[in-house]
């Protein structure tokens, strides 16, 4: 199912749109076939969680390790040495944390800022804010500021996000960068109208989410 639903979904978004299989949840088997199916990028929210499936599908094919949760500064470390990328930079004491770890792990690692452009989401950073904290972080030798993410509105209508999505892309423009990851399962097309060039798809490709304790 797993390999019927990927097929569709890079039969129907376009081929320079990225899509991030969000596996928050799901067991490592999931995990395992969904990289047989030609999944390449994997997002994670919960560090313990994503470390022991990493862990559990270490020999397979490489993949590109997403952290799409909030970020903790005391475990940016640990952040660090599991993910390749962070999508969720929301703050510059989080940011910090970030750089001090890569710079001592000796790697220069790639990250988003967090927008909030939805009333209903706790994180993120408010759209006018967004390029002074990405001038900001490009002090640091260790980052390397790719781009923006962000979470649509909670049970908006089509509109309401397609303006949401709009307002990210404007503050991408101004951020710059080549990674805009605006959408998930159930507002991607409003996303790519929005000029997304990066989708973090879960229930659309895997189904419904088990319950499962958040580490």
Request: aromatic share 6%.
């Amino acid at each position: 199912m797993i390999a019927e639903r990927w097929a569709q979904l890079r039969a129907e978004i376009p081929a320079h749109v990225a899509i991030v299989a969000a596996t928050k949840s799901q067991p490592a088997s999931v995990l395992e076939e969904a990289l047989a199916a030609g999944v390449r990028d994997i997002g994670e929210n919960y560090l313990q969680e994503a470390r022991a499936k990493f862990e559990a599908v270490r020999g397979g094919p490489a993949f590109t390790k997403h952290f799409i949760g909030h970020v903790q500064s005391n475990k940016a470390k640990a952040i660090v040495e599991t993910f390749d990328v962070v999508q969720s930079v929301d703050r510059i004491e989080a940011g910090l944390a970030l750089a001090k770890a890569a710079a001592v792990a000796g790697k220069r690692l790639r990250v988003l800022i967090q927008l909030n452009i939805s009333p209903n989401e706790r994180f993120g950073v408010r759209p006018q804010e967004a390029p002074e904290l990405a001038r900001a972080l490009r002090q640091e030798a260790s980052l390397a500021v790719d781009g923006v993410m962000a979470i649509g509105p909670l049970g908006a209508s089509r509109s309401e996000t397609a303006r949401a999505f709009e307002v990210a892309a404007g503050v991408f423009g101004a951020v710059g960068g080549t990674v805009l990851s605006l959408g998930m399962s159930g507002d991607w097309r409003e996303a790519l109208r929005a000029g997304s060039t990066m989708v973090r798809l879960g229930s659309v490709l895997f189904g419904p989410r088990a319950a499962s304790a958040r580490v």
